[in-house]
């Protein structure tokens, strides 16, 4: 199968009408034009996102000899094209869920290329929404609990040592770091790759602290948090010992290096989660799985608190219960209490090596 990005049109054979209307369309508006420009208020990983699938639009267009550069964006979209579209994905074996997402996708690129124009009809097919069309299957997935998921990501740190080699046992420290922080706050991906020291991530009032900017929360508000005492000693060994060995003699403010001493990718991280939990749980879960694993777990043990899981997560409740909290899954499957050991006292109290004084 070809990799996803051999299926997005590249900039430089763009039609050029359609290279000025995105330039157009992410520059902050003109205060004389009373033409909102959508692409200038969205976040860089949002317009990246929407780029990237309307690029992927332009390449089904290309295959099928129906990109004419003189065509504005907005009228390549005929309902043929679409359903073309439509069906060239299902053949390709995408989700229901990622079809939905393409045309998610398309529909937002085009509010920022035809700025003002109507493009909702993009998301529909024969006057019915692209979902419709659609045969839905949940896509729950057995969830640990998020206590489960704290104490395994630390025991990571505590045996880090027992890997064969240096490199081996940073790296298994880093991970097992991060994963602790998903665990007990549950915040997005974006969030976690962006963590700087000294900027994000800072000392105060005698507890390691988050702060993250608007640019790193989708919700584009400021967001901050402390993390949990437990995580000190093993944030300062990070910090003090871990951190530095990655880096290996290179200045970089990231806070999740790399083996090559560069900052780990986002997918990277993505795919680290998928693989450990694998490995551990029999199911892989992405970072937003935690997310999710966080909203359920407060669901089910402060059910007296319901707005309990929103509060941790910086989302609103009714965000929380349609998309995150899975109570009843829970009860379904036993909490998923029988899938793992739970942890013993000893791994439950046990702390690192007290570093060098910070």
């Excluded at 909102?36 to 990246?48: D, E, F, H, I």
């Excluded at 790193?216 to 949990?228: G, I, S, Y």
């Excluded at 999740?256 to 892989?284: H, Q």
């Excluded at 707005?307 to 219960?321: D, K, M, N, Q, Y």
Aim: proline share 8%; hydrophobic share 40%; net charge positive.
């Amino acid at each position: 199968m070809p990799r996803p990005a051999t299926l997005c049109l590249p900039s430089d054979r763009w039609p050029a009408t359609d290279r000025a209307a995105w330039t157009l369309g992410c520059t902050p508006d003109d205060p004389f034009d009373d033409t909102p420009r959508q692409g200038a208020a969205l976040a860089l990983p949002s317009r990246y996102k929407f780029r990237q699938g309307y690029a992927r639009w332009l390449h089904f267009l290309d295959q099928h000899g129906w990109l004419d550069p003189a065509e504005p964006p907005l009228a390549r979209a005929t309902e043929p094209r679409r359903r073309a579209y439509f069906q060239a994905l299902q053949k390709a074996g995408n989700s229901p869920y990622t079809i939905i997402g393409r045309f998610a996708e398309l529909r937002a690129a085009l509010r920022i290329l035809a700025l003002g124009a109507d493009v909702d009809r993009v998301g529909r097919l024969g006057g019915r929404s692209v979902r419709s069309w659609l045969r839905m299957t949940r896509r729950d997935k057995p969830l640990p609990d998020s206590g489960v998921l704290f104490n395994w990501a630390v025991g990571l740190m505590d045996r880090a040592d027992e890997e064969p080699t240096p490199l081996r046992r940073c790296v298994a420290f880093r991970d097992g770091l991060l994963l602790a922080i998903l665990a007990c706050r549950g915040r997005r991906r974006r969030a976690m790759h962006g963590l700087r020291v000294g900027r994000e991530l800072v000392w105060r009032g005698g507890v390691w602290r988050v702060e993250l900017g608007p640019d790193l929360v989708k919700t584009r508000k400021e967001d901050d948090f402390d993390l949990p005492a437990r995580l000190t000693p093993y944030v300062d060994r990070y910090l003090q010992e871990i951190r530095p060995q990655l880096l290996g003699g290179r200045v970089d403010d990231a806070l999740w290096p790399n083996y090559r001493g560069k900052r780990l990718s986002a997918d990277s991280i993505t795919a680290m989660c998928l693989e450990r939990t694998e490995a551990r749980f029999g199911v892989a879960l992405s970072p937003h799985d935690f997310r999710r694993a966080l909203a359920t777990t407060a669901a089910l043990r402060c059910s007296d608190d319901p707005g309990l899981a929103a509060a941790v997560l910086a989302i609103s409740p009714g965000v929380a219960g349609e998309h995150y909290i899975r109570a009843g899954q829970f009860h379904a499957t036993g909490k998923l209490s029988d899938l793992v050991e739970r942890p013993s006292r000893a791994a439950a109290t046990k702390q690192p090596a007290p570093p060098p004084s910070r």
